[in-house]
Structure formats: structure tokens, C-alpha cells
């Protein structure tokens, strides 16, 4: 049967709730403290506007006129639309660019001589500096307070803003461009060459297939299903209550190893582990394949064995050995082992679509047209000319403020590396919530003297690694391999591109609008956001140091680094080689994530089930129990939105979710 197209009223539907969404994220999670309206690549917004339109208006639209009714990929368009935007409002983006380009005056960060030292370096209108805009930014507006949203949109001194955002958005855009470019590229190889599990998309794919055949309603009502959402319902009815009615007796959801462990010794790796219960990334878990989910939470446990054999072996490894980094959570040396262990899965993942590879770029110099359909919101060609086009406008914009030509291009092709492998990590292994150890900037700092990285680029570099390619709990590239996946068997295939690119440029307008608004109300210092100003602020201060204090390269760095990717080319080499082959090589990059804290156990329990299911009750009880696992994710979905309604009223609120 041919797919009904994807209609214009989809796309309507999709900016608007886009609109709404992004223009209450920056009031909803940093001002109220509320859940996340993302807070990961399984986001609260998109499963909220997932089940109003199969619960609510579907039906509403049905009984208006049958042919009204959204069909599956226009549901699946509206998903990913509010996917990719959400994000972007908050950690995505906006929770620190604001703050990344005007801590540099208002914190004065590094003294006289490193301001001295970089002013002139920059265009003009780079970075804000009149000191009165600054300080209603930080202090927020005199009068604000008592002025109604509008009042404060309106005194907004946008002229002044000007400058700064055609400078940022054109190097966003540029950012944005080349993402969508390299998904692109790789979107063909991952869904249909390497046949590669989305695990992150199977509820909503799973609804939207019921809803399809008419079928939803017995779903939801199947016992499985209704056993799985009555855990999560009953655990966070109880804990909620207990968040605003201490008398109500609560379930634990968080267990401390601490008590349990020593602190010395073999096992001292393990002494601030700590047990989360999260049903939903059980659910995850389960829907993942045995073999990753086995592979990240058994790499996460024996990464915690290495402090206790580096001990027993009389190592004792200086904090100072690892120098001055910039990873959001890299705290020891061995943990650089990352460097070299996300490198070498990169050339895994090329050599993995090399046959792709070569045909996409015969098809591009040789004018020979690809061998097959394409899969994915975009074909391989123009994908790799748009990539191309974005990392070209992205090294001459850099380059244009100040940056060489070699730190640059060095520079972007660390990140995007990165920020591919990271994507495969969290599309493949089913990680709603990632974050990354290390820093793209911490390789170069570890092989490389300070004294040769020009300050220009050393300081330009940092900011544009902390505003678009450090953290990950909500960046935009697994978002648009989820898009990507979601469009296939679309038609057009355009209109769904063309869907996901207005996503992005509506969100990232109105969350600048919305953020802006919320800072100039109540003042960045007033907020309840410590986190995006100290983070920042820290980034500076470290450019500062490193400018004042160079570093010479650091052996311990570079030895761990090639331990990475010695121990990552063998998992690789055994993964594809052997049938046998036990672990997945994704495993061995969250061994050190802060991520992985909060999600081993889930993934634990998610692993066991799964085994147990398929060894003994096979295929078809499998898809019988799978209902089960996916009733725990719709079930936290559902508590998360319930309480986050409720915090809307009250002075705390209670998080179902990780923040």
C-alpha cells in the first residue's frame, strides 16, 4: 500500500507546537526548576505532543472527516520537529550561549592583560560589551519585576543585539548546516547498509503503527502494557506526594553503594557508586540489542576496577598529570583513555562505510549516479556538497575572527568526529540521557605545547566548544539521525527535510527570544541556574590560565590515550571478526560518562530481561512481553508530564526524570 504524502497541515501543526514549546522551556526549566521539557534525546515535550495528537486530536480530526485525520509519517514529522527544537531552547544551545558571549566583560575574566591581550583581535560587535546592557542583563532590567512578559520583550534593547546575533546565528546556521549534511552522508549506511537498531524510536514508531491500523486502544489496554505503566505510576504517585506530604511513606529510587564498598583497594572504584531506578530506561534497555546493552553497563563496571589496579600496582597519579582540561566531568588521567578510544571508532565507523563511501564520492567527481534508493530525510550527494559547504563557511568564519587556518580545520574535525561517534553511541545504544568525558580541545591540549596555539584561537576555539559541541544531554546531531530514520518511506521526502529545517531555525529564534526575555526579567545572577554561569565562567578563567601559565604536552595524557585506542582497536577487530565476539566496542566510550552513573543499573535490569525472555520464552513471547517494557517508558512519560503540570502551581516541583 502506498504511504498517504505528508500533507502541509502536519508541518502547521508542527511550527506551532514547536513555537510553544521552545518559548516555555527557558521559564519551565531554569526559572521553576520544573522537569526538563527535553532533558535528553527521549524528550518530554515531543512524547506529550505524541500522545495529544494520537489520544486527542486524531481521534477529534477523525470524527470532523476521515481524511483530516494525520497519518503516520506526518505524526512521526511532528515528533521530530519538536525533537530537534526543544533541544536547542535549553542545553542543546541557549542554557549557556547567551552567557558564553558576554562572560569575557562582565566577569573579566583572566585579568587586564588577557583582555588587553585579545580586544583587538576580534570584530567589534563579536562579544557584548557596554557595560549597561550587561548589567540589566546580569542584574535584570530596573522595573522588570513589576512589567508583564510583553512589557519586558518590548524595552529589550534589540538594536544593541543586533551585532552579536548575525555574527552567532550565521556560525550556528554554518554548524547547523554541516550536521544535517553528515547525517545525510551517513544516514543510508546506518539504516539500511548496517541495519542498525534505533532503540530511542521504537514507542513512538510502536504507537503511531497501532494507531495506524486502528489498533492503539487495545494496546494500551493489553495486560502487559498496563502492568508495565502501573509501576512507574504507583513509584512516582508515592514519591511525588512525599515531595509535598512528607507523611506520605516513599520507594526509594536511589541506592548508595558507599557503605557498602571500601575505600581503598580493588574496589575503591566503586566507592561513590550509586543504584538508580528509572523504569523508562529499562524500557530502553529491553528495546536495545543484547549485546549493547550488555556492553555499556559491564564497561561501566569495569572501568570502575582500573583506580583499584592502578593502586595495587603502586600508581599514584597526580591530579596536576592531567592538566588543564575542559570536559564537562573528566576528573583523572586514566579517563583520557577516551582521546584515543573515540578516534579510532571514528576510522571504524569510515571503514565500516567504505563501500558507501566510495560510491558517494565516484557519484560526486565521476558525475556517476548512485546505485540505489537512498534512505534517510536526505540523499548522500547534496548532503556531502551541504557538509561541505557548512564546514567551509565555518573554517572562514573562524578564521575571519581570529582563529589560524590549521587550529581551525584541526579544530572542527576533532568536534564533528565527535560529535558522530557520540551520535552512534546514543542512536545504536539507546542512551536517552549522554554526556561526554572530554572536551575536543583536551587531545590538542594533551600532545601539543600552549605556547604554539595562537590566543586568538585558543580563546575563540574554547567558547565555540562550550556553545555548540560539548554537551550532549540535548544536542541536535542524534536528534536529526532519529529524524532521519523517522522520514524513511515518506513522501515527499522533501517536505519531512523541509519540516525539520524550519524546526530548527523557528526554535533556535524563539528560544533566543524567550531566554532573552526571561535574563533581561530577572537578571542572569538572580536565576537558579549555577550550573550554566560557573561552567562558563570556569571555561574562561582555565583560557586565562593557560594563556598566563603554558603547558607542555603531557606524557601521562598521551600514554593513556594510546591505551584507548589500542584496547578500541582490538574490541573493533573481535566485533567485526569473530561471530562469538561477546561485547560491542560503544560499550568501552561510556566507560567513564557521567551518563552511564544513572543508567548501568537500568541498563542492567533491561539486559537480563531481555535475555531471559528470548532464551526461554523465544521470539513471540518477546513481542508479547515487549509491551510490558514500553508500558514503563510511557508510564514515566505520563508521571514526568503529570508533575510537571503540578509544578507549574506550586514552589517545588518533583522530578521524575534526571536533570
Known sequence: MKEAPVRWRAWLIGIAL????????????????????AGGHFPLASFACLLLLLLAINPLLSALRTSWRLHLHEILLIW????????????????????????????????????????????????????????????????????????????????????????????????????????????????????????????PEVLCEEAEKGTLWSFLLHRYFLVGMTIPFCLHL?????????????????????????????????????????????????????????SLWSFFLLGGLLPGLLQLFGWQLPAAALGTTFGPVISKVEEMQMVGAFAV???????????????????????KPPVDEHHGFMAPRPALLLFSAGFSGMVCWLILCGMDFFATVSFLCISFMLQLVASRLICQGGLPYFTLVLAPSDGFLAFLDTRLIAPASLYLGIIVQKMTFLDLRESLMPSLFHSSKLSDGSTPRSRFLLGIVTAVAVGLAVSFVSMLVLYYKFGINSLPDEWAVETTRRVHENVGNLLNHPEEPKSWSMLFTIVGGVVMAVLALGYHLFIWWPVHPIGYLVTYSSAMQILWFGFFVGWLCNTLVLRYGGVTLFREVRRLFIGLVVGDMVMAMAWLIVGLFTPVSYHVLPL
Open 345 to 367: 571508532f571514528f576510522l571504524f565507523i569510515l571503514w565500516l562505510a567504505r563501500e558507501h563511501l566510495r560510491l558517494l564520492f565516484r557519484s560526486v567527481f565521476k558525475g
Open 238 to 294: 508515592l514519591n511525588g506526594l512525599n515531595t509535598y506530604f512528607p507523611q506520605v511513606p516513599q520507594i526509594p529510587t536511589l541506592i548508595l553503594a558507599q557503605p557498602y564498598i571500601p575505600k581503598e583497594g580493588l574496589l575503591s572504584g566503586f566507592y561513590k557508586l550509586k543504584i538508580h531506578i528509572y523504569p523508562a530506561f529499562i524500557g530502553f534497555a529491553f528495546l536495545a540489542s543484547k549485546q549493547v546493552s550488555f
Open 18 to 37: 514547536v513555537i510553544l514549546s521552545c518559548g516555555f522551556t527557558p521559564y519551565n526549566n531554569i526559572k521553576l526548576l520544573n522537569s526538563p521539557v
Open 80 to 203: 521530530s520537529m519538536v525533537t530537534v527544537a526543544t533541544g536547542i531552547a535549553y542545553t542543546g544551545l541557549m542554557r549557556t550561549f547567551i552567557i558564553n558571549i558576554t562572560t569575557w566583560e562582565w566577569m573579566q575574566t583572566g585579568g587586564g592583560h588577557f583582555r588587553q591581550t585579545l580586544t583587538p583581535l576580534f570584530p567589534d560587535s563579536l562579544f557584548p560589551r557596554d557595560p549597561q546592557i550587561l548589567n540589566d542583563l546580569y542584574r535584570g532590567m530596573e522595573g522588570a519585576l513589576d512589567l508583564g512578559w510583553w512589557d519586558v520583550f518590548w524595552r529589550i534593547p534589540w538594536g544593541y543585539w543586533t551585532g552579536p546575533l548575525i555574527w552567532w546565528f550565521l556560525f550556528i546556521a554554518l554548524v547547523y548546516m554541516a550536521m544535517v549534511g553528515m547525517v545525510g552522508v551517513f544516514s543510508h549506511q546506518w539504516i539500511e547498509n548496517e541495519k542498525m537498531n534505533f532503540p530511542l524510536l521504537r514507542v
